[in-house]
């Protein structure tokens, strides 16, 4: 096994702690947990950091991982959110590895890409959930639980995300590039 795949791996653990931990900050009041969405930011920064194989992993696994350890997020919730979360991790890791530039635009291209993303392929795993058991998801219902109760969250994530991510570069740490895809993958940086 590589350096680079064992740094990987050790920072994906660290982050799917991170994942099981953060809810326990606003666990003691569940309306809160659910506006700032503590779970959502580990993931966002694995697929950010380590690649989108490692993100949509840690997206999948931690909902459930959570579900087994402290019985939260209920079930069928914590279903639908390791869709969503993976599709985070997926997404946001995706299209920042494949940006022309690793800056701060491009970080939040990646992060309202998979924002969007993640919450239809939430959608779609909530309608399947529903439908089996017989009831409606209707369009007011995606709004209101994928969007409007989630402004607060949302709103954090785009702000503590790039300040994380900026903090990380000038520690040199997780370095902002300027070189083109097609030149990092010639160098085996990516696939």
Not at 69 to 84: D, H, L, V, Y
Not at 152 to 170: E, K, S
Request: proline share 7%; hydrophobic share 55%.
């Amino acid at each position: 096994m590589g350096r680079e795949r064992t740094k990987k791996l050790a920072l994906s653990a660290m982050f799917l702690a991170l994942g099981l931990v953060l809810p326990m900050v606003t666990g003691q009041i569940p309306k809160v947990g659910n506006l700032l969405l503590p779970m959502h930011i580990p993931v966002f920064l694995c697929g950010l950091i380590c690649g989108w194989q490692y993100g949509g992993v840690v997206g999948f696994l931690c909902p459930l991982l959570r579900w087994a350890i402290f019985s939260s997020p209920s079930m069928p919730k914590g279903m639908g959110m390791a869709f969503e979360l993976a599709a985070y991790g997926i997404i946001a890791g995706y299209f920042y590895a494949h940006s022309r530039w690793k800056c701060v635009y491009s970080l939040y291209r990646s992060l309202l890409a998979a924002m969007v993303g993640g919450r239809l392929v939430w959608a779609a795993a909530r309608i399947v959930m529903m439908g089996a058991a017989g009831i409606p998801f209707s369009w007011g219902i995606f709004v209101a639980d994928g969007f409007v109760t989630a402004i607060p969250g949302i709103i954090l994530q785009l702000i503590l995300i790039p300040a994380i991510m900026v903090a990380l570069d000038r520690a040199k740490l997780v370095p902002f590039s300027k070189t083109r895809p097609a030149d990092r993958r010639a160098k085996g940086e990516l696939p």
